[in-house]
């Protein structure tokens, strides 16, 4: 019984330690819609996404958390939040226009 106490603390903490990195929120963007083409990998705000080649470019993105969505530089202009993956940002009105983004908490 003491093997199981130990096996079951031992996952308890390493759950404990796994949850603020798996919480934390990121953002793929994709060069084109249903998750193809060139990407980039996001997990803070980013003002300009032509610091990453990316301005105007986003056609679709994997997501995890909630994200604003905006299609000036410095989270301006249009914006949308998006929560969930999305196959083509034309359905947001928003494809080819992102040009920052940031999560939301």
Request: hydrophobic residues 40%; proline residues 6%.
């Amino acid at each position: 019984m003491t093997g199981l106490k130990t096996l079951l603390a031992t996952a308890a903490l390493a759950a404990l330690v796994a949850s603020p990195a798996a919480a934390r929120p990121w953002i793929t963007l994709y060069s084109a819609p249903y998750y193809q083409g060139h990407s980039v990998d996001i997990d803070h705000p980013v003002r300009k996404l032509g610091d990453y080649g990316f301005s105007d470019r986003a056609q679709s993105a994997r997501v995890h958390g909630a994200w604003e969505v905006c299609a000036a530089e410095d989270f301006r202009g249009d914006c949308v939040t998006v929560n969930r993956d999305v196959p083509y940002f034309k359905d947001y009105n928003m494809n080819r226009r992102a040009d920052s983004v940031r999560p939301i908490r």
